[in-house]
Nanobody
Framework: QVQLVESGGGLVQAGGSLRLSCAASGSIRSINAMAWYRQAPGKQRELVAIITSGGRTTYADFVKGRFTISRDNAKNTVYLQMNSLKLEDTAVYYC??????????????WGQGTQVTVSS
């Protein structure tokens, strides 16, 4: 099994910054893509950003220029630096990690979610 532990959410004023972290642990042979999603009340979960094993990044249009995704492969950890936060960024943020088990087979695991609330 693979476990993901998220941290870094909280309450911040509009224009402020937060940094989310998501650490993967367990029986992992390798990790491919690592991503952040978010889900606001009454809305579907949506992709925020994704980073490949080679470091290539892709962002949703609504966060381009404000958010930065990065990863530390030695720590099996993915980060999301969120700057210039807006009220509409309020959501529960989830990390997703895809890779291969140490024994056999692939996995796609989700974090427990961390609340980000942006206030005016």
């Amino acid at each position: 099994q693979v476990q993901l532990v998220e941290s870094g959410g909280g309450l911040v004023q509009a224009g402020g910054s937060l940094r989310l972290s998501c650490a993967a642990s367990g029986s992992i042979r390798s990790i491919n893509a690592m991503a952040w999603y978010r889900q606001a009340p009454g809305k579907q979960r949506e992709l925020v950003a994704i980073i490949t094993s080679g470091g290539r990044t892709t962002y949703a249009d609504f966060v381009k220029g404000r958010f930065t995704i990065s990863r530390d492969n030695a720590k099996n950890t993915v980060y999301l630096q969120m700057n210039s936060l807006k009220l509409e960024d309020t959501a529960v943020y989830y990390c997703n990690v895809q890779g291969y088990y140490a024994s056999w087979g692939s996995f796609s695991s989700w974090g427990q979610g961390t609340q980000v609330t942006v206030s005016s």
